[in-house]
């Protein structure tokens, strides 16, 4: 019992403790007795993404991105295979924008994104930062209630049906029609700080603004990450309960402290 997380560019796309997130799912599934590979690849590495369970980008200034992009695209064909047969992906900020067709920076400067999603991101000319609150797309709320192997657990989940994290970001991204986004704003900007969406979920890969890390305060969005790629692997379909009272609470309290600005 064995999954194998691939962490792209450590070095370069780690803002706000992005690395947290892998660090989470580690421990969610050690705990379940799932053994985990945790292996660091940045430029030049080699990447095998047929071994790969779960991938994760983290976020990164305009700078980064620049450094990084030539390399993640030589990866985009066997990034793409993987995406299409289930891999899983988690992609924060900047990892999110480089997925897309495209990112244009305040100096209109355009970054070339792996064009994998139909979205595309243009910096604005203020930055979007703070606490975010996110009520979850149904058809993801279902898929997480989908993923607790018992009522009592789906019961606990049932509180779950928000996101929160923190944004920091001067892009735009606007998501082709064909894209659903994780969810609707209830605080803070999410993907434009116009339509009120955030993120993006295209099959089992997930984009979001929200950095914090994000899995540890959305500890039901770890448990689907890791689900999904447990079923693709093993044909397992729930996951068991970890007992988050301590993660609910500090979920909850991020939400009485922030509420909403809507
Ligand atoms: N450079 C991007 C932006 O400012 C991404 C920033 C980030 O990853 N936090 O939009």
């Not at 305040?106 to 604005?124: F, Q, S």
């Not at 049932?158 to 892009?171: W, Y």
């Amino acid at each position: 019992m064995k999954l194998t997380i691939y962490h792209l560019y450590p070095d370069l796309l780690d803002l706000y403790g992005d690395r947290g997130n892998v660090l989470a799912l580690a421990a969610r599934c050690r705990w379940r007795g799932i053994e985990v590979d945790i292996r660091r690849a940045s430029l030049g590495d080699p990447i095998d993404f047929s071994a790969a369970d779960i991938v994760f980008l983290g976020g990164g200034s305009d700078r980064e991105q620049s450094i990084l992009v030539e390399d993640l695209s030589s990866r985009g064909t066997d990034l793409r295979d993987g995406i299409e047969d289930g891999l899983v992906l988690l992609t924060i900020c900047g990892g999110y924008q480089l997925l897309g067709q495209y990112y244009q920076t305040g100096e209109g400067k355009k970054i070339p994104g792996l064009g994998i999603l139909d979205l595309y991101t243009v910096a604005g000319n203020k930055r979007l930062i703070g606490n975010v609150i996110i009520e979850l797309e149904p058809e993801l709320k279902k898929n997480v209630l989908d993923s607790y192997a018992s009522s009592v657990e789906e019961e606990s989940a049932q509180k779950l049906n928000t996101l929160v994290g923190f944004e920091n970001h001067s892009g735009k991204t606007y998501l082709g029609s064909n894209l659903r986004p994780l969810g609707k704003v209830l605080r803070g900007y999410g993907n434009n700080g116009e339509d009120d969406e955030e993120g993006v979920r295209y099959k089992n890969v997930f984009g979001t603004y929200l950095h914090g890390p994000f899995l540890p305060k959305n500890p039901h969005i770890a448990d689907l990450l890791i689900r999904l790629a447990w079923e693709r692997r093993e044909n397992v379909s729930t996951v068991s309960l970890l007992g988050d009272n301590m993660e609910i609470v500090a979920h909850q309290a991020i939400i009485s402290r922030f509420g909403s600005n809507r």
